[in-house]
């Protein structure tokens, strides 16, 4: 797998980019990769980037590399050859699939890219054109507030990187969760699924992440402590294993309430399965420690 879209996922990871480039005209994704000679290879390429670090073992290697060695990957053949416009700032890392259909369009190499003003865009990969963009917003929403934490600002919208599955649904799916508020103050974190086709919502639409678990603690109530999407972000690439999507929840720079949580979803109905929390213990900062007690 060469050239400068997947030499630039393999190197991703999951920063948020310098300020000068936050403040540029576009907020988008700089394809920060390579040299002239390689740049016939971007669009042949059949190796697919389909999660975080392309492995769920978050390696980020790629270990049947055949172009680039320490000898080509040179200051004056490396360098920036692309920028790909989005709505928001971005977090997640692109995935890429090659050779897909779009409707209407013909078979492209696809970059997906999602924004923190919770958009979702699949980029052809060679000229930068968008073929499609959707929105993850609900009626009458915007996206989340910084939450008072200067981790992600100004905007929370989709944080973590999504996930593909190419062979779910009719045309495969990208899962994401997508962070937003309402008019009146509430907040929602939610697991939607696309075609990665057209970005048309999958399986009866979003699912509204909402969860319990026994036990006392931050923000417990009648014996069971309770997920509050406010208090946390999606922060960690999603993860999809033996058709379950599993998600993590971070704090807001741990102010407080906040436990730590681990989310199972079905992959084709997203419906939830499983949530694992680390027993309250009393204190601020709780973080998710193997030597906890888990509910499976």
Not at 88 to 107: K, N, R
Not at 134 to 147: A, F, Y
Request: glycine share 10%.
């Amino acid at each position: 797998m060469s050239g400068p879209f997947f030499d630039f996922l393999r190197g991703w990871e999951g920063q948020r980019f310098p300020s000068p480039l936050r403040t540029c005209a576009f907020e988008g994704v700089i394809l920060s990769a390579l040299l002239a000679f390689a740049g016939s290879a971007t669009a042949q390429s059949s190796v697919s980037v389909t999660t975080y670090h392309n492995d769920s073992a978050r390696d980020g290697q790629y270990l049947n590399e055949t172009i680039l060695t320490p000898t080509n990957v040179t200051v004056s053949t490396f360098g920036k050859v692309g920028f790909f416009p989005t709505d928001g700032l971005v977090d997640a890392q692109p995935l890429y699939l090659s050779a897909v259909s779009i409707p209407g369009q013909g078979v492209h190499n696809v970059l997906y890219v999602a924004s923190e003003h919770d958009s979702v865009y699949a980029f052809d990969a060679t000229t930068a054109g968008v073929l499609w963009h959707v929105s993850l917003l609900g009626p009458g929403e915007t996206t989340s507030d910084d939450r008072g934490c200067g981790q992600v600002t100004p905007e929370i919208g989709i944080t973590a990187t999504p996930v593909i599955d190419p062979l779910r649904g009719p045309n495969g799916a990208l899962y994401a969760i997508a962070m937003s508020k309402d008019n009146s103050g509430n907040y929602f974190q939610r697991l939607h699924a696309l075609d990665l086709t057209t970005g048309a919502e999958l399986f009866g639409g979003p699912t509204t992440i909402q969860a319990a678990f026994p036990g006392t603690g931050a923000n417990s109530s009648g014996g069971n402590v309770i997920f509050d999407p406010k208090q946390y972000k999606e922060r960690p690439g999603l993860l999809l294993l033996n058709g379950r999507i599993y998600t993590t929840w971070s704090s807001h720079c741990d102010i407080a309430p906040y436990t730590s949580w681990v989310m199972a979803f079905d992959a084709s109905r997203r419906r939830h399965l499983d949530e694992w929390r680390r027993p309250s213990c009393g204190c601020i900062g709780q973080h998710l420690f193997p030597r906890g007690q888990w509910h499976l």
